[in-house]
């Protein structure tokens, strides 16, 4: 895998909130793609868990990895499976478990089971809230109903990828609750993200990958990796007049202090 020159520069500070170092797309050269992150300025990586499989890939690299930490959850497109979420609960004990995630709902992909999506995501946030943990949360075309979940449950955690309008945006940051903005906010096709991203208060915004998918331009449609935020905290720091440096050093900031790292 190519690594971009312009992402090799030694940032100070790198917390990639949310990652699938797990996928496939990185069976080829993994081990040397996260020792070339390491070197590179990345100080930390959350890697999240889609089932219970994924969830103890993710585990295992972050046993062989320190600067790596996983979440274990199932993911909405998973449920299928019938994942148990007792093993979950067992997965979420591990020392480098510092989240339950990625949960939450898609209606996008699966709109036959919403009721059944719903149960799974407010089981998962119990047992997030049992076990002290934050959540890591997936809305993908369910906005409202995921809205009426969170101001029900009240969790602490973070909507990673956060999708919604300015006006949801203001909500969830009323519960406390941290927005994750990836590479898409680089997209032409952005829409109203660049005005959610103006109005997220320092102490509420992360910066993440979903890698391998969504490369901030111009690696659009590559397989992207934790080392490319440099270019997507750039974008942001444009919106926000501020400069790249400092919104690398914010995100992982509350990165830390979200997943008490
Ligand atoms: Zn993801």
Redo the contacts with the bound molecule.
Sequence with gaps: MEYPIECKLPYPAIFDS???LDDKAFDEDRETLIEEMKNSGVAGIIT?G?DIESSKRALSLAHKYDFIYAAVGI?PEEIQKGDSLDEIEVLAQDKKCVAI??IGLDYYYDKEHKKLQKEIFSSQIDLAKKLHLPI?V?DREAHEDTLIILKDKKPKGVL??FSGSVEMAKEVLKLGMYLGVGGVITFKNARKLPEVVKIIPDDKLLI?T?CP?LAPVPYRGKVCFSGMIPLTAKKIAEIRETDTESILQLTKENATRLFNI
């Design positions: 949310h990652a699938h999240c889609c993911h995630g990625e890591i997936h990673h990828c993440e979903d998918y």
